[in-house]
């Protein structure tokens, strides 16, 4: 799995637990962090695929990362009808 990507992030220079908050006000300050980063999509998509369950990732939360895992297993069950 190509991760190169992850040195330019902008969470390469922010400690880890920035985006393995406790509570919803980190999770608001790790969201902020990926608003402007460049690899915010290749982030997301390394947690989905990697079915990361912890942490911040490419802006979403576990809780938003499960519900777009939700919304394409729907679609391609959808597809296949």
């Given amino acids: ?3 190169i990507w992850m040195a330019q992030g902008n969470c390469a220079d922010a400690p880890p ?5 406790s509570d919803g006000v ?3 300050v790790a ?4 608003g402007t980063c460049p690899v915010k999509d290749q982030c997301l998509e390394h947690a989905l695929e990697s079915r ?3 942490g ?5 939360s576990e809780r938003e ?4 895992l939700k919304r394409r297993r729907d679609l391609a069950l ?3 009808r």
């Fill in 26 to 28: 980190g999770v608001e």
């Fill in 52 to 54: 990361i369950d912890h």
């Fill in 1 to 3: 799995m190509d991760t």
């Fill in 65 to 68: 990362r499960r519900r777009i």
């Fill in 56 to 60: 911040v990732w490419g802006g979403c």
């Fill in 31 to 34: 969201r902020r962090i990926c």
């Fill in 17 to 21: 637990s920035t985006f393995f908050p």
């Fill in 78 to 80: 959808s597809a296949t």
